[in-house]
């Protein structure tokens, strides 16, 4: 992840490669691993680090595509986005990932409420852009 200072310094065709935080932060979907502290403490903590991250830029691309069961990195890597938009999350897949690390996004939306919103740059983001 970059400033948005680092940011603005790439070319635009390359700051299309890159995903905002903003939602992702505001949703609750982010989440940071638990080192095994208690909720409240962690709360604190990780809402804490997501007023850090919100104005941060994202490039990622993923390597192994786990969820076809591949038992190697198969293919090529593939450049992946960040949600933006509640009618674009696939609820039923944060749910199971919800109860796989013991979290809830709702309750994380809820206590990340007051973090400020950034302004996104508008190169960012484009997988969600209508051309």
Do not use: C
């Not at 595509?65 to 992946?80: A, F, I, K």
């Not at 960040?82 to 749910?95: I, N």
């Amino acid at each position: 992840m970059i400033t948005r200072r680092l940011y603005e310094k790439l070319d635009e065709e390359e700051r299309k490669l890159w995903h905002s935080h903003d939602y992702e932060v505001k949703s609750g979907m982010l989440i940071l691993p638990n080192p095994t502290v208690p909720d409240a403490v962690w709360t604190v903590a990780e809402t804490e680090e997501m007023k850090e991250v919100i104005g941060l830029y994202g490039k990622t691309f993923h390597f192994w595509q786990t969820d076809r069961g591949d038992e190697l990195p198969l293919g090529m890597p593939v450049l992946m986005g960040s949600f933006t938009a509640d009618d674009q999350v696939p609820w039923d897949k944060v749910k199971e990932r919800d109860e796989r690390f013991g979290v809830d996004t709702q309750k994380k939306r809820e206590a990340r409420k007051g973090i400020e919103s950034v302004d996104i740059h508008e190169d960012a983001d484009q997988v969600w852009k209508k051309k």
